[in-house]
């Protein structure tokens, strides 16, 4: 068969599974309220989850853009949510403020929205897409790191009175440390290497937060090491660790949605070096940007069956991959994403499937 056709039948096979996902039909909750109050609390997830039996339709709903996907409208508690069943397919609509009551349509009774400018008090913040919590202290360490990227960092060289471990309280002296990041570091050293089980790859590696530190003096002397005190100790810190510079933890609000494109990732990793997790746990995929991942991903999980053989072993039949929970990703890497496990009915293991659902 000649290569054009060939190709040609790839990029018809794609646009086909493209619109196949995109015409997905909404699937409604069997008894979805009319209208919901956001509560503090809440969660896009959450209230996603009382109208849609699959999440990631929160955009289908409320008729979003790929823009406005990446950066919602906020909701805030107090704010009303309305289900309209009088638009093919199904809507949910935002009351801010004052409501104009309609009629009733399909047995429910209908809301106009009457647009409001909104005064928010600094102190009143906008419901999150998932708990920030729960992934927080993965938003603000640089917990996958390239190869080599650490070699150039700060480093401990020299403990006071020779310690050997260092924790909370105690001094070091760290070389190569530049004045113009601030005065807060965190520590960390390489840990485990990530290697993408399909192509053997080396996609980075884990590195391993051990602490924070705060300089004491920075000198003057590029060859002088600066002493710092650790304020701060997760783990034994020894020399020859290093130091990066603490940033703010970036939790920016994206709404869950499922992929545009046919993804298929495994996990490589799971947090706390465990074979086996549960809901709520964090996860390592062995895809990233450059594979077309991006924040607010959902994706399924699917455990692989092994097929069914005679009594000679030979294979007689192919059992279809089992479907049993969903992970939701909330930071990406180049080669690898972080995903939050949101709903299972069996443990996660490492190397299960997780692909646009």
Do not use: C
Not at 10 to 17: H, K, R, T, V, Y
């Amino acid at each position: 068969m000649p290569n054009f056709i060939i190709i040609s039948l790839i990029l018809i096979s794609s646009l086909l599974s493209a619109r196949a996902l995109a015409e997905e039909p909404i699937r409604l909750q069997d008894n979805p309220p009319d209208r919901y109050v956001v509560v503090k609390g809440d969660t896009l997830w959450g209230i996603s989850g009382r109208f849609l039996k699959d999440p990631w339709q929160w955009p289908q709903v409320w008729g979003m853009n790929r823009e406005q996907i990446k950066n919602p409208h906020l909701i805030y508690p107090g704010d009303i949510i309305v289900l309209d069943l009088s638009s093919l397919p199904p809507a949910l609509r935002l009351v801010i403020g004052e409501q104009i009551r309609g009629g009733v349509v399909g047995g429910r009774e209908t809301v106009k929205l009457s647009p409001r400018v909104r005064a928010e008090p600094r102190e009143r913040a906008p419901i999150p897409t998932i708990p920030a919590s729960a992934i927080e202290p993965f938003l603000s360490k640089p917990l996958v790191i390239e190869a080599g990227e650490l070699d150039g960092a700060p480093r401990i060289v020299a403990t006071q009175d020779e310690r050997v471990v260092l924790g909370a309280g105690d001094s070091a002296f760290v070389f190569n440390l530049p004045k113009n990041k601030g005065v807060d570091w965190q520590i960390y050293r390489a840990g485990k290497t990530l290697v993408d089980p399909d192509t053997r790859e080396v996609l980075g590696y884990e590195a391993i937060y051990l602490g924070e530190a705060k300089v004491i003096k920075f000198e003057e002397r590029v060859d002088e090491a600066s002493p710092v005190e650790i304020t701060k100790s997760a783990l034994e810190i020894n020399i020859g660790d290093r130091l990066v510079a603490t940033t703010e933890a970036p939790i920016d609000n994206y709404v869950p949605h499922a992929p545009e494109n046919l993804i298929k990732a495994r996990i490589i990793s799971a947090y706390g070096g465990i074979s086996e997790v549960g809901q709520g746990t964090i996860v390592t995929l062995n895809k990233g940007a450059r594979d077309g991942i991006e924040r607010g991903h959902v994706l399924a999980l699917y455990r692989r069956s092994p097929p069914a053989k005679n009594k000679k072993g030979e294979i007689i039949l192919r059992i279809p991959d089992e479907r049993y929970g969903l992970l939701l990703v909330f930071r990406t890497f180049k080669k690898v994403s972080y995903a939050l496990v949101m709903h299972i009915t069996r443990p996660v293991h490492v190397l299960d499937v997780a692909q646009t659902p």
